[in-house]
């Protein structure tokens, strides 16, 4: 879960440092929905051990539980968008990126068609940048 998470991570914050700022989307969002399901991994084991002597904490448990699908979603969301604003550089819909939204949905083979499109970028973002501690004229 914890690799997972920072896969998202990664490739959210490049992402997002490469789209163009009018199309950007809100990066605070986006590291919250990524802390709290990691942070919520450890209150889940903690009430879910408990629940069995008490089951009125399932009535917490639940809640907090969806909320945390919600953000692994919106992180989905966010990465898959992200990666499609980098590519074409133009406002897109959920049309437009709903290939690599389902392709991160569906995780261990999705990474073989997402990540060689991040390496891409990456590849064409670090031959773009100029070289810095050269010999100067």
């Known amino acids: 879960m914890f690799c997972f998470l920072g896969w998202f ?9 490469i789209v163009q700022p009018a199309l950007k989307l809100n990066t605070r969002l986006f590291h919250f929905a990524l802390v709290y399901p990691a942070l919520y991994v450890f209150v889940f084991i903690a009430l879910f051990q408990s ?19 919600f953000c692994i979603f ?7 968008k992200s990666l ?9 819909t959920f049309y437009d990126y709903a290939g690599p939204f389902f392709l991160i949905w569906f995780f261990p ?4 068609f997402i990540q060689p499109r991040i390496n891409r970028l990456y590849a064409e973002r670090k ?4 070289l810095t501690g050269g010999a100067s004229a």
Do not use: D, Q
């Open 109 to 112: 083979v999705g990474v073989w």
């Open 74 to 80: 919106y992180a989905m969301y966010f990465v898959s």
């Open 51 to 69: 629940s069995t002597t008490n089951p009125a904490l399932l009535a917490i448990i639940f809640p907090l539980h969806f909320f945390a699908m």
């Open 127 to 130: 031959n773009i940048e100029p």
């Open 84 to 92: 499609v604003l980098a590519e074409t550089n133009k406002p897109v």
């Open 9 to 17: 991570w990664s490739m959210g914050s490049f992402l997002s440092s």
